[in-house]
């Protein structure tokens, strides 16, 4: 499943073992799927997705200032562009259904499992490279691909989150993941060369990705805390 989005997200993502797990079959993402996650738990999710999504796009903002390359470029500018203008956009149609305002979404309050998450990414970008932004981003870029992809399959059809898994399994968003993935293999093969495994920064660059991974685990517990 992995390989769609590139040898690089293919590579970590074996790395990552049983957290890569832990974060796409987590017991929220099962309540997606069969339709058993309490829709508080959802709305809550929700809200602090969005301001995920925004320092996201920060993120991949500050990916246009570490490129080397006008692909790079412009594969960062379109994503910030898809995060702003679309993936937001549709935290806010499902909250106004539930009576939550744009604004009250903007001033909520942020979660420390988002604080440490959000911030860990930005920091990866600030004193790191491209390609450490790059391995901070790639979890949540590739996993929502690989979860929506999946539970597409897998859903119930009576789910009451089928939305959700629509917006993430669609071919939209998957091709935004394959360009992602063959833009960072480029990135990775311009930096680290051919057998970027066996570069020095190559375990650095693995716990980037697993850290981020872990921090993935803990924004889905989040949400079911919040029961």
């Known amino acids: ?16 073992g049983k957290h890569w797990q832990d974060y796409t079959r987590h017991s929220f993402v099962q309540g997606l799927s069969d339709g058993t996650l309490p829709r508080t738990a959802f709305l809550y999710y929700l809200i602090q997705d969005y301001i995920f999504l925004r320092h996201f796009s920060r993120a991949w903002a500050l990916a246009i ?18 995060l702003i203008n679309h993936e937001m956009q549709l935290h806010v149609s499902a909250c106004a259904k539930e009576g939550i305002s744009e604004q009250a979404l903007f001033d909520a309050d942020e979660h420390p ?26 979890p949540c870029v590739f996993g929502y691909a690989e979860i929506g992809a999946r539970l597409s399959d897998e859903k119930a059809d009576d789910t009451a989150y089928g939305d959700w ?3 993430y399994a669609s071919a939209e968003y998957q091709d935004v993941c394959k360009a992602i993935g063959q833009m960072l ?37 989040m949400g079911l805390d919040y029961v």
């Open 1 to 16: 499943m992995a390989a769609p989005y590139g040898n690089s997200f293919a590579l970590w993502r074996q790395g990552a």
């Open 65 to 82: 200032v570490k490129s080397e390359t006008l692909d790079e470029m412009k594969t960062a500018a379109s994503t910030v562009d898809a």
């Open 113 to 138: 499992a988002n604080l440490a998450y959000t911030r860990y990414v930005m920091d990866a970008g600030v004193s790191g490279d491209f390609l450490d932004l790059m391995a901070a981003l790639a």
């Open 165 to 167: 898994i629509a917006t």
């Open 185 to 221: 293999d480029g990135a990775v093969a311009r930096r680290l060369g051919e057998t970027p495994e066996t570069s020095l920064r190559w375990a650095h660059l693995q716990t980037r990705f697993t850290t981020a991974t872990r921090l993935e685990v803990n924004f889905w517990q």
